[in-house]
């Protein structure tokens, strides 16, 4: 799979602020679902692998090319192999406070399977070195319909979603130890059908498609964590009541505020002035909600079809890897609809970034 860096200013069909034009960086044939870059301009991709299709799992873009990363080694996994030292299948990645690459792998074959035993893991890999430095195994923190999705780090701190099971994760950074909360609760409970595209998202079986706790926020402050299942709405709740071992399940439930009625959503991202930055997968737009809890769409284009994992660099663009997911043959009754090649874009929105 060859992937070409294109750096090409192109128009785009309505938007709400004429001044903004999205770049397209990078194009496919591979389905992606997130981009992270680093401080010196590194171009990190991840690729989700959802119907358990062979290929790189985690590459960085150079000179025009898709290259495994941290090596073809670790991208080598093949159902049998061991897992220890492999990426399984992978679902989020980002460049964390602390510099390293961090990569969620579900341990799931290919979506809507179970997790094989010791697979589903954090890996933090150091930039500098280009190599695996910690493998956090995340049995301990699972169970038998997990699916971890995504992460933030704050301090010591890492917070995760479990999509599958729902819940949120509370784990030491330092000890690699945590603990399940918010199980089962409404707040992590996806109860309203995804819309895409007009269309209900459904499953081969004709089930809807529910995604749990997905998409995940911390404020930059640390003093508030905010979090939904895919189709919304957005929840927020105090770290500290979050880091308090001390409430019962129940008390901590109280503590959960609805924030917003997010839409449909790919994936977000916060800016260091706590603006959070929401891709509506079903008008092909890009809304960003304020600290005061005011909504406005800063992109509509029917090319930002499925935007995920979002990610602001530290010149203030906001990329936007398109994936284009709810045509996967999973949701399209076993027939792909997704139109090639894929495409990452960048957009100027003069933000600050803020890294979690």
Request: charged share 20%; glycine share 8%.
């Amino acid at each position: 799979m060859r992937t070409l860096l294109l750096g090409l200013i192109i128009s785009f069909q309505t938007m709400s602020d004429s001044s903004l034009q999205l770049i397209k960086v990078a194009e496919s044939n591979d389905v992606w679902n997130g981009v992270t870059t680093s401080e010196d301009g590194r171009i990190f991709v991840c690729f989700p692998r959802i119907e358990g299709e062979a290929g790189m799992r985690i590459a960085e873009l150079k000179n025009g090319a898709a290259v495994p990363f941290p090596d073809a080694s670790w991208n080598g996994w093949k159902p049998g192999a061991r897992t220890a030292n492999r990426f399984v299948r992978t679902n989020s990645l980002r460049i964390g406070p602390d510099g390293n690459l961090w990569v969620v792998d579900t341990g799931t074959p290919k979506m809507g399977e179970k997790a094989l035993i010791g697979a589903a893991k954090l890996v933090a890999i150091d930039l500098h070195q280009n190599k695996v430095v910690r493998t956090i195994p995340l049995d301990a923190v699972t169970n038998e319909n997990s699916f971890i999705d995504d992460l933030r780090i704050s301090g010591e701190t890492i917070y995760l979603t479990d999509a599958g099971s729902p819940g949120l994760v509370i784990m030491d950074k330092n000890t690699g130890k945590g603990r399940r909360v918010l199980q089962n609760t409404p707040a992590t409970t996806d109860n309203i059908p995804m819309l895409a595209e007009g269309k209900v998202m459904k499953t081969p079986d004709g089930k809807e498609v529910l995604i749990h706790a997905d998409q995940l926020e911390i404020s930059p402050d640390g003093k508030y964590l905010f979090f939904q299942p895919a189709s919304g709405p957005l929840y927020r709740i105090a770290t500290a009541h979050l880091l308090n071992p001390k409430l019962s399940e129940t008390e901590l439930e109280t503590k959960v505020v609805k924030w917003f009625d997010t839409p449909t959503t790919g994936g977000t991202a916060i800016d260091a002035s706590g603006n959070i930055y929401i891709s509506d997968v079903n008008h092909s737009a890009i809304i960003r909600i304020t600290p005061k809890g005011k909504q406005e769409t800063i992109i509509q284009d029917k090319r930002l079809l499925w935007g995920d994992a979002l990610w602001i660099d530290k010149d203030g663009f906001l990329w936007i890897p398109v994936g284009q997911l709810n045509r996967l043959a999973t949701f399209q009754n076993q027939v792909s609809k997704i139109e090639l090649p894929l495409v990452i874009y960048k957009l100027a929105i003069g933000a600050k970034q803020f890294k979690s």
